[in-house]
């Protein structure tokens, strides 16, 4: 609503700058330019309101439900991003913990990816090998990983390895069944296009179930990216020792009850979450969205 | 690399220049594919084929129309080498064969350049020369400025010519067509019809074409075998005594009418 005044003033603008040129084309050109304008106003004007909504309640949490001397429980947001954002050592302390937390989340990452692609490359050759690999995946994936953890601390220690074990225990399971789903994707006709073709199992896997899988392959890995970070996060969090990740900070702020500091974390723990799953969006764009109808992809 | 990879483990007889040298000693024998007693049952117990033996001569067009789900495209699987007969043989050179699928079958992630000379790439034919064969079949089929094209903004009749063209790529002495044309609108399929009636001419293969259209069949073949409801037989055969080329007047002759009823007439008989 507040746009329209504004997108009027910028269609005059153009009838002005447009002169002679002729009625018909700057009366296109303000159309196009009121319903770009309303374009752009419908689709920031929700979260944008949204986003005033939670900060409006986040203050009416802070100043009128709680007591002052229990405002520390939630600090207002001006003072959150006074301390956790604004105070350089604060938040370069915040960035470096991210830092850690992002390095041991790509290794797990990558070390998943390896993985999961050799096992779902096995498992699409043979029905054999899916029957036999499948029922551990699931149970190693039912694990809860706070069960296990302790396990890892006991084989690994408490250090950069056993995080980057949970990172992958985390994210495995997404890339093969998504990979492993994206391989068995090309049509019947194709596969017999291949055969009719002798062409090798390689060739089949190169030339064939690997391309057909890329939307699958990709989607998996948008999960598995994620869940990888979280991983990085929570393993860091329960060992507790070695190169300061995210983890250990998030600990260190709830015990020494530094609010604003930990409410910080929590927000660049999420953005870290946010933009790893971004950049995925954006690899998949670029690699196959000259021939795949990727939805939900707007970065 | 890519050539590498391919033929490292196949390791089949597909040999590396095979269309340059062997098209010519085909001429020899004129028969290209011949079925001898063909019978199909599937494991579920579905007898699909009974009893099928006919020949496909080196500038014969045959088509073969029937009800649906009477074995006609099981029949081109065999043919193919895609399934296994339960009984009789076929006789055919399956490293040069063409197959054109009910579906274009694609790849996505290709363009129509790309699927063109996937087959070539297959038998392992050096890059400009595949090149070179895939833009050839590319103009043939009329699809000549679309070569950067993904398959996702091509209307159902380009697909099916990009198909076409990927199969004539390799110039297949025998062509079998798998209701190819099925999918398309009713005009569409009038002019691919008639391309395909022209590629015949030129290319000079031996076709043989599934269809369950009347007049699609009459109009492109030499000869219109009608096959029976499940089990398939083949129970009548016409000799289609037009010359080519034909043309799109040709739907509307009484001659055509006349043998496109009787063809009818067989196969509602064979209901």
Same mark, same amino acid.
């Given at each position: =609503?507040? =746009? @329209? ?19 018909? +084309? ?71 913990? +991210? ?6 989340? =790509? ?15 096995? =498992? ?33 220690? @408490? ?112 953005? +870290? ?5 971004? +950049? ?20 | ?271």
């Amino acid at each position: =609503m507040t =746009m @329209t005044p504004e997108a009027s003033t910028k269609a005059a603008a153009a009838d002005l700058s447009g002169g002679g040129v002729g009625a018909a +084309l700057s009366g296109a050109t303000r159309q196009a330019e009121r319903s770009r304008g309303q374009g752009i106003a419908a689709t920031l004007l929700p979260p944008l309101a949204m986003g005033a909504l939670i900060i409006g309640g986040w203050y009416f949490v802070t100043y009128v439900l709680l007591e002052p001397q229990r405002r520390f429980l939630l600090s207002a947001p001006h003072e959150v991003l006074q301390v956790g954002f604004l105070d350089w050592g604060n938040f370069s302390e915040i960035l470096s913990g +991210l830092w850690s937390s992002t390095r041991v989340a =790509m290794i797990g990452l990558a070390i998943s990816i390896a993985l999961g692609f050799v096992l779902a490359t096995i =498992m699409s050759q043979a029905k054999v090998f899916e029957r036999a690999l499948f029922p551990y995946m699931v149970i190693v994936q039912a694990v809860p990983i706070l069960a296990i953890v302790p396990l890892i601390s006991f084989w690994w220690g @408490t250090g950069q390895t056993s995080r980057i074990v949970v990172c992958i225990i985390i994210s495995l399971f997404p890339i093969i069944v998504n990979t492993l789903f994206g391989l068995q994707s090309a049509e019947k006709g194709m596969h017999d296009l291949f055969t009719l073709h002798q062409a090798s199992r390689v060739t089949r896997l190169r030339k064939l179930m690997f391309p057909a899988g890329m939307p699958a392959i990709f989607a998996g890995l948008r999960i598995s990216a994620g869940l990888s970070v979280i991983g990085a996060i929570v393993g860091d969090f329960f060992f507790g020792k070695g190169d300061v990740g995210i983890g250990q900070l998030l600990r260190k702020y709830a015990n020494q009850l530094q609010g604003e500091e930990l409410l910080a974390a929590v927000i660049m723990s999420s953005a +870290l979450g946010v933009g790893v799953f971004l +950049l995925f969006g954006w690899i998949q764009n670029v690699a196959i969205g000259r021939w795949h109808d990727s939805e939900g992809v707007t970065a | 690399m890519d050539r590498k990879l391919g033929s490292g483990e196949g390791k089949r007889e597909c040999a590396e220049g095979f269309l340059v040298n062997d098209i010519s000693s085909n001429a020899a024998t004129s028969t290209s594919l011949a079925f001898n007693g063909i019978a199909m049952t599937f494991p579920d117990g579905t007898h699909t084929l009974q009893d099928i033996s006919f020949q496909v001569d080196r500038g014969d067009f045959i088509t073969i129309v029937g009800p649906s789900g009477c074995g006609k495209s099981t029949l081109l699987k065999i043919a193919a080498g895609l399934l296994d007969p339960t009984e009789g043989h076929v006789d055919v050179d399956r490293d040069r064969l063409g197959y054109v699928f009910q579906d274009a079958t694609l790849l996505h992630w290709r363009t129509v350049m790309g699927n063109v000379e996937l087959l070539a790439e297959l038998h392992d034919i050096p890059k400009a020369e595949r090149r070179r064969l895939a833009q050839d079949a590319i103009n043939l089929v009329g699809l000549g400025g679309f070569e950067k094209h993904y398959p996702k903004s091509l209307s159902g009749g380009m697909k099916m010519r990009a198909s076409l063209a990927r199969t004539l790529t390799l110039k297949p002495p025998v062509f079998l067509f798998d209701e190819p044309f099925g999918a398309v609108d009713e005009i569409t399929r009038e002019h691919l019809n008639e391309e395909t009636q022209q590629l015949f001419q030129r290319e000079g293969f031996a076709g043989l074409f599934i269809t369950h259209s009347i007049s699609e069949a009459v109009f492109m073949s030499t000869k219109v075998l009608v096959m029976s409801n499940r089990p398939g037989r083949i129970v009548a055969e016409f000799d289609v005594p037009f010359d080519y080329p034909r043309n799109p007047a040709l739907r509307f002759d009484p001659a055509f009418a006349k043998l496109s009823g009787e063809v009818s007439e067989a196969l509602r008989g064979g209901h």
